[in-house]
């Protein structure tokens, strides 16, 4: 276990590189795979791996900034003030989103969801992926003492249970051909997106350290 500053500074920054690059790859594959099958679940899962690797970018930056002694704290506020408005508002437009593409598709607009072999898998790679990431930053932000870092560890351990639910959505659909059981996994987004979105909006995802 790291034991100075730096050695922490520096796990922090090499968690959130990881994050960034899982998620970049989660959110292609899930987006390409959610449009290819019509799963409207795959399709916001994927929206939402996106504002994941915004937040993790932001953050990783800032450890890396003290880490290197180029910390501007000027700068870095602003810079996640704007990052946090930025997600916060795709965040909302994704539940938005979601909650018309739902309704269509419920009352028998648009296609129905497919089976996805793709989403299954990334869904449950994810599973076991965010899980790890999340609490891997949440005991280094905790030794650390940084309320950025654990405010992303807390949004990557959701990102894991949206995992969950689209997961089960695309198995349902899959194994008992409950096509309905998508647009459904979709819902569950929508209540972490308003409330991710709004605390983004205003500048309470991330605290100054």
Do not use: Q
Request: contains cysteine.
């Amino acid at each position: 276990m790291p034991s100075t500053r730096a050695e922490l500074l520096l796990r922090g920054v090499r968690l959130e590189i990881g994050t960034v690059l899982w998620n970049a790859i989660e959110g292609i594959i899930a987006i390409i795979a959610g449009v290819m099958a019509s799963s409207v679940a795959l399709i916001g899962f994927g929206i939402d791996s996106f504002v994941e690797t915004a937040s993790a970018a932001v953050v990783g930056w800032r450890l890396r900034a003290e880490l290197t002694d180029e910390a501007d704290h000027e700068r870095t506020e602003t810079l996640e003030r704007l990052t946090g408005r930025i997600a916060g508002a795709l965040l909302l437009a994704l539940a938005a989103y979601i909650v018309v593409d739902v309704g269509r598709r419920l009352l028998g607009f648009g296609a129905e969801a497919r089976e996805s072999t793709v989403g299954i898998v990334v869904t449950a790679i994810s599973l076991v992926v965010m899980p790890l990431l999340g609490w891997a930053k949440l005991r280094t932000a905790t030794i650390l003492g940084s309320p950025a870092l654990r405010a992303d560890a807390y949004e990557t351990i959701t990102c894991a249970w949206l995992s969950l639910t689209t997961l089960a959505g695309l198995l349902l659909n899959s194994v008992l051909g409950w096509s309905w059981a998508d647009p459904l996994a979709a819902l569950a987004i929508v209540p972490l997106a308003v409330r991710e979105g709004v605390e983004g909006w205003r500048g309470e995802g991330h605290e100054p350290d």
